[in-house]
């Protein structure tokens, strides 16, 4: 168990819906990320997030939309959504200024199903 | 189900066998890498980690070497169990902290 939750961990729904994705970090850790995991691109970074600010963008769509409150935890929300948006979201977390320690810890997944 | 790609680049082992994965990384000035596990299902799990300063590093049955050179990172698996068993990722970033540029994957076998 790596300490980051993420809810759901399943989630069917239709094209054109809107979802949000939810994730708590391991405590002490400051910096949020999400990735995506998909079929044919492998693991792509979308989004950090470091004590509530934004730090890095990566190849996320403008639909999509994500933020780390004031408790640290982050939500991912997901709009208008396609049949290509299906794949398995990732939220990972890192960086604890008790330890200094950089390493990114993964969370479970949220499989997102659009049909 | 599978979490990952069904076109991986596959090792197959026997038990008690050494394994050794490769990866080939892209950015030359990415100065900190990790590889993780990840078992069907799960989230990607941290193995170890090395920073570009170093070309060898140890942990518990497992070791990574960096060549700079080159840009190649291996994992070497001691005496491989059939609970390694999983796809293996290289993951590289500059400046620890930031967002990690993932290899695509490799799937190990482990054979009783």
């Known amino acids: 168990d790596s300490g980051v939750t993420q809810t759901p961990k399943h989630l069917i729904t239709a094209t054109g819906q809107r979802v949000t994705l939810r994730c708590s970090p391991r405590?002490?850790?400051?910096?949020v990320y999400w990735y995506q995991q998909s079929l044919d691109q492998g693991l792509q970074f979308l989004i950090q997030y470091y004590n509530g600010e934004e730090r890095a963008k990566g190849n996320i769509l403008e639909r999509f939309s994500a933020q780390q409150f004031p408790d640290l935890h982050s939500e991912l929300n997901l709009s208008s959504l396609e049949l290509g948006d299906s794949a398995l979201y990732f939220c990972a977390s890192s960086y604890s200024p008790t330890s200094g320690e950089y390493e990114q810890y993964f969370g479970p997944g949220t499989r997102l199903t659009v049909t | 189900g599978e979490s990952v790609g069904l076109h991986l680049p596959t090792l197959s082992v026997q038990e008690g066998d050494n394994s050794i994965i490769n990866c080939a990384y892209s950015n030359s000035a990415s100065d900190y890498f990790i590889w993780y596990k990840q078992e069907s299902g799960k989230g990607p799990q941290f193995i170890i980690d090395i920073r570009s300063n170093m070309d060898k590093r140890q942990g518990q049955r497992v070791t990574v070497l960096l060549n700079k050179t080159v840009k190649h990172l291996s994992l070497q698996i001691a005496a491989t169990q059939p609970g390694d068993s999983a796809v293996y990722f290289c993951a590289e970033t500059f400046n620890a902290g930031n967002m990690l540029t993932f290899g695509g994957g490799t799937r190990l076998m482990v054979k009783p």
């Open positions: 405590s002490g850790d400051l910096s």
